[in-house]
C-alpha cells in the first residue's frame, strides 16, 4: 500500500505561483507513474493535469497548463511536486496526487491505485 498526502496549496492572485507536494509512505513510488489531476467546484468532473513517468524522463501534460505547470519527482526522497506559474483563476481547484502502474493511459483517473486527499489550490482575479 501507498499513502500519499498532498501539501502546498492556499489562495494566491492570479500571476502568482504556488508548489504543490505530494509525499509517498508505505512503499516506495519508484515504479510508479505519478500523476496530478484537479477538481474544480461545481461537481465537474476529475481532470488530468501533468504525469511523470518512474524515472522521470517523460513528463506529459494537459494543454491548458502547458508553459506554466512543471512536474517533477524525487524518488529518493519519495516525493513529487508540481510548480505552477503564472496561475490564472481557473486553476482553482482541488489537486490530487495519484501514483500507479498505467502505461500509456497517463491520463486516465480509474488506471491509478492510489489518491492523496487532496489540496486546494485558488486563484483570485
Known amino acids: 500500500q501507498v499513502q500519499l498526502v498532498e501539501s502546498g496549496g492556499g489562495l494566491v492572485q492570479a500571476g502568482g505561483s504556488l508548489r504543490l507536494s505530494c509525499a509517498a509512505s508505505?512503499?516506495?513510488?519508484?515504479?510508479?507513474?505519478i500523476a496530478w489531476f484537479r477538481q474544480a467546484p461545481g461537481g465537474k468532473e476529475r481532470e488530468f493535469v501533468a504525469a511523470i513517468s518512474w524515472n522521470g524522463y517523460s513528463t506529459y501534460y494537459t494543454d491548458s497548463v502547458k508553459g506554466r505547470f512543471t512536474i517533477s519527482r524525487d524518488n529518493a526522497q519519495n516525493t513529487a511536486k508540481l510548480q505552477m506559474n503564472s496561475l490564472k483563476p481557473e486553476d482553482t481547484a482541488v489537486y490530487y496526487c495519484?501514483?500507479?502502474?498505467?502505461?500509456?493511459?497517463?491520463?486516465?483517473?480509474?488506471?491509478?491505485?492510489?489518491w492523496g486527499q487532496g489540496t486546494q489550490v485558488t486563484v483570485s482575479s
Open positions: 495519484a501514483a500507479g502502474v498505467v502505461g500509456s493511459s497517463y491520463y486516465t483517473s480509474r488506471r491509478y491505485d492510489y
Open positions: 508505505g512503499r516506495t513510488l519508484s515504479s510508479y507513474m
